[in-house]
């Protein structure tokens, strides 16, 4: 096959004589019908050669699905004309598989004229129309007064809140001195109640640290926290099996 | 009319779109799908006897207030409404082959037209005429194609079985022969 180079002319058509045809299977039925041949017995040579003919000549020689026809037939073609043994009951006729195809989008082709046949007297009746809402309308330009806005901005700016200042005081947790507190109960005692620790009177800040030294000691294995259930009382032993680092 | 018939044609005359009977039936719980169906066929017959520009048409597995035909050339050239597009030749092909085939995953509707089919079938998406049904069992688990109500209302149907049946076709499409003979 020689394919012409494609040029924009070649473009510009290609797109228009692509909407005549839906495919290569319409481009091939249509061939078939103006010949007037029996699609059972497809004079397949004689049909690839006007395919590929319509190709050039509609510069279609760009859609793949197409050129993949093109070569399908070209196929058939030259199966056609290998020599076979007379009487060989083996031969399945190449063409039979496209004639197949042919017969059934010959079929749908039917069918999509019943389809628009139907769509048409359809649309002889009309139903009651659904009119969408019609878009805002823009909103009329600005006229306002100087004074007017000025007003308006101060009753605005007399809206907004007073600050709230914070004063951010630095009250660092004594982690370092409730290890210290803790290693010195340890040292004592085996066993320890987490009253112990904090003292009768303690501040929030004294429980934080003296916590979070308890867990990092634990975490250590220098000791062993237990509690029976929830909210009841911490008891703290000494982990003697491994020693703080 | 009897007083659900009145109602009943009120709500066909507000929607823009067929009703199904179950709809109707929720304007009143006390009506039955019976005494609907009773009511619908009131409001025909009255619409039919009474000289009207419009009939009640069933239409889509609903019912539908429509123009009288003899009326749509004056309406179209006065653009008091417009015709629906009309669908390519491609588009139609594609219905037909997802209309008898549903539900059929892309790759057989290419098979069958024999060019890639996927941006006609996204356009029928859009339009709301096909719609995704299933999946099917094979590789990758393809999306499978159906029809949906407003296809059937776009071409006038009750529903699916109103499709001519293959065999009706000219070009009836049967299995190959066998091959012994008779």
Known sequence: MTALPPTAQDQAGFVVELEQFSGPLDLLLHLIREDEVDITDLPIAKIADQFLAVINELGLNQAADYLEMAARLLRIKAQMLLPRRVGDDEWEDPRAALVRRVLEYQQIRELVEWLAAAAARRAEQFGRGFAPEPPAPPPAPLVIDLNDLLAAAERVIALIPEPVLHRVVPRPLDVEGATERIQALLAERAAFGWGDIVGARATLVDVLSAFIALLELAKRGSLHVHQEGPFAPIQIRRESAREAR | ?182
């Open chain 2, 1 to 182: 009319m009897s007083p659900l018939a009145k109602l009943v044609e009120a709500a066909l005359f507000a929607s823009a779109r067929p009703l199904t009977v179950e709809e109707i039936q929720t304007l009143d719980p006390q009506a039955g799908a019976a005494a609907v169906r009773a009511a619908l066929v009131e409001i025909r017959d009255a619409f039919a006897t009474g000289d009207h520009g419009v009939e009640l048409v069933e239409i889509a597995q609903g019912w539908q207030v429509l123009t009288r035909r003899e009326y749509a050339e004056a309406i179209d050239r006065a653009q008091f409404a417009l015709r629906p597009r009309r669908l390519s030749p491609a588009a139609l092909e594609t219905l037909a082959i997802i209309a008898y085939r549903q539900p059929v995953g892309r790759l057989e509707v290419d098979e069958i037209r024999g060019v890639d089919s996927g941006a006609v079938i996204e356009k029928l998406s859009e339009r709301g005429l096909v719609e995704i049904v299933t999946r099917g069992e094979g590789l990758g688990r393809p999306l499978l194609y159906g029809t949906t109500p407003q296809f059937l209302e776009i071409l006038g149907l009750k529903d699916l079985d109103e499709l001519p049946r293959l065999d009706e076709l000219s070009v009836a499409l049967r299995p190959p022969a066998p091959a012994e003979p008779e």
